[in-house]
């Protein structure tokens, strides 16, 4: 089964600094990608999703990622970190309309 | 884009009483339905899948004699807590797919529960 694998349960950047958080994904066939984000007591927002069409995704707020199929990793990046991205972070593959299975999540803590 | 409303969004009961949670697709078909729970600081974990018109799947260690769902239209699945108890006090995120052409899931905003 497709699985995924957040390096880092917590994450703690600048304001204004690069923000990194880690995914790696475990299956011989490359699924669609998922990355999420949770704002605390809210459900969870897309932020954006690779689906073999373009290894560099754009997504909402700055974030884009980054499909590496020699590293079978699917970075989420920013180039600058802002107060308001402190949030949970989650990575999650789809194999289509079966439920998602998320990672454990990376929690983002922006310092001023 | 398809919006997944749920209600209500946050409710207290008292221990041993039954609390249900509604999702709702408020612009589209949602074939599928799926359950979740989040306890503070983790990660979402899937309770159920329910299929419009058909008995929701549940995942192991879920008792579904607890977990009640039903989705009996394309736009209305609810998750019912019976003889709800502190321990089932969580974080419960529902989310929708069947949008045509898509494979995403559109999550609803939650509901927090708490079992006194």
């Known amino acids: 089964a497709q699985s995924v694998t957040q390096l880092g349960s917590h994450v703690s950047v600048s304001e204004g600094a690069l923000v990194l958080l880690r995914c790696n994904y475990s299956?011989?066939?490359?699924?669609?990608l998922f990355w999420y984000v949770q704002y605390p007591n809210q459900g969870l927002q897309l932020l954006l999703k690779?689906?073999?069409?373009?290894?560099l995704v754009k997504g909402i707020n700055g974030f884009e990622a980054e499909f590496k199929k020699s590293e079978t990793s699917f970075h989420l990046t920013k180039p600058s970190a802002h107060m308001s991205d402190a949030a949970e972070y989650f990575c999650?593959?789809?194999?289509?309309?079966?439920?998602?299975?998320f990672g454990k999540g990376t929690r983002l803590s922006v310092i001023a | 884009g398809a919006v997944v409303s749920q209600h209500p969004s946050w409710v207290i009961c008292k221990s041993g009483t039954s609390v249900k949670i509604e999702c709702r697709s408020l612009?589209?078909?949602?074939?599928?339905m799926f359950w979740y729970r989040q306890f503070p600081k983790q990660s979402l974990m899937l309770m159920a899948t329910?299929?419009?018109?058909?008995?929701?799947?549940?995942e192991q260690g879920v008792e579904k004699d607890k977990f009640l769902i039903n989705h009996a239209s394309l736009t209305l699945s609810t998750l019912t807590v019976t003889s709800a108890h502190p321990e089932d006090s969580s974080f419960y995120i529902c989310?929708?797919?069947?949008?045509?052409?898509?494979?995403?899931?559109?999550f609803g905003p939650g509901t927090r529960l708490t079992v006194l």
């Open positions: 299956s011989s066939v490359p699924p669609y």
């Open positions: 329910s299929n419009e018109g058909s008995k929701a799947t549940y």
């Open positions: 989310s929708a797919s069947g949008l045509a052409g898509f494979n995403e899931q559109f």
């Open positions: 690779y689906t073999s069409a373009a290894t």
């Open positions: 999650a593959p789809d194999s289509g309309n079966t439920p998602l299975v």
């Open positions: 612009d589209f078909q949602a074939t599928t």
